[in-house]
């Protein structure tokens, strides 16, 4: 159980291009979802909480023009990176919450990722 | 002071050998703790969670939590060479500004099993 599907996983396009990820839990509604970066080497970055129904909460730093989330249903949410530049190449992770039993603190299940090239 | 800490690493460790993996956290108010293992390149995977203090096992995995001390550990009995990965840890709280429970990373423990 607990399975999130992320979709591309791999993703390699031209500069100015608005590349759309998807994060789908499978087997299970998640109201939260919260999408992450890693730089090569480095730890997670928490970029933004996705809410279903309601505006994303982005951390500090994070562009919202630029890193566009959509929560419209409670099994899909979608980071949009608009007019990608090289240094947004990154490997980008959804994760998802069973909210089923009511309880906030139950464990993330993540993403296989999504790899993305800005050349 | 990080809100998550742990050290880097690598944590070199002989096959069959138990491997000890520390994080400390800040926020006493944390409730519940999360092992995460992440094989390069590929997104963590969850291994084990811990809410109360002491220890709780599955498998070869043991985690401990002392939430006086602020601190987290996860063993591995019987280290094998594909436990080589970098360890995560993870603590929920609660942010008071944004109204919502909120995960913190630790920059995460790189272990290496050597045959």
């Known amino acids: 159980g607990a399975v999130v599907s992320q979709h591309p996983s791999w993703v390699i396009c031209k500069s100015g291009t608005s590349v759309k990820i998807e994060c789908r839990s499978l087997?299970?509604?998640?109201?939260?979802m919260f999408w992450y970066r890693q730089f090569p080497k480095q730890s997670l970055m928490l970029m933004a909480t996705?809410?279903?129904?309601?505006?994303?909460?982005?951390e500090q730093g994070v562009e919202k023009d630029k890193f566009l989330i959509n929560h419209a249903s409670l099994t899909l949410s979608t980071l949009t990176v608009t007019s990608a530049h090289p240094e947004d190449s990154s490997f980008y992770i959804c994760s998802a919450r069973d909210m089923a039993t009511g309880y906030s603190n139950q464990p993330q299940h993540f993403g296989d990722g999504t790899r993305l090239s800005i050349l | 002071q990080k809100e998550v800490e742990q050290n880097s690493g690598p944590l070199s460790v002989p096959e069959g050998a138990i491997a000890s993996l520390n994080c400390t956290y800040s926020d006493r108010g944390s409730q519940s703790f999360f092992w995460y293992r992440q094989y390069s390149g590929k997104s963590p995977e969850l291994i084990m969670f811990?809410?109360?203090?002491g220890d709780k096992e599955d498998g070869r995995f043991t985690a401990q939590l002392n939430k006086a001390s602020q601190y987290v550990s996860l063993l591995i009995r019987d280290s094998q060479p594909s436990d080589s990965a970098t360890y995560l840890c993870a603590v929920n709280s609660y942010s008071p500004s944004g109204g919502y429970q909120k995960v913190t990373f630790g920059t995460g423990t790189k272990l290496q099993v050597i045959p």
């Open positions: 811990i809410y109360s203090n």
């Open positions: 996705s809410n279903e129904g309601s505006k994303a909460t982005y």
């Open positions: 087997d299970f509604q998640a109201t939260t």
